[in-house]
């Protein structure tokens, strides 16, 4: 199951200016994300759990367009 670690100012700088430590950080938070809704999924009742399991694959849609984002950046560089 994966961590999540939050994310520092100095992991911000160091993306804005590392393609490949950004498309990192993106992919560890997608990573702790999946891990997160599979949990929720598996543990929290469906009406309750159904609105942030919703907010979650949201999330991890804008998460995956950023990585594609991210890659395609890298390749042009």
Known sequence: MATFYPITEADLARARCDPAFRRRLLEQSMEALLAGMKRLRGTAPAIAGA???????????RLAELIQTTAGTERES
């Open 51 to 61: 609105g942030q399991l919703r907010e979650s694959v949201e999330l991890a849609v």
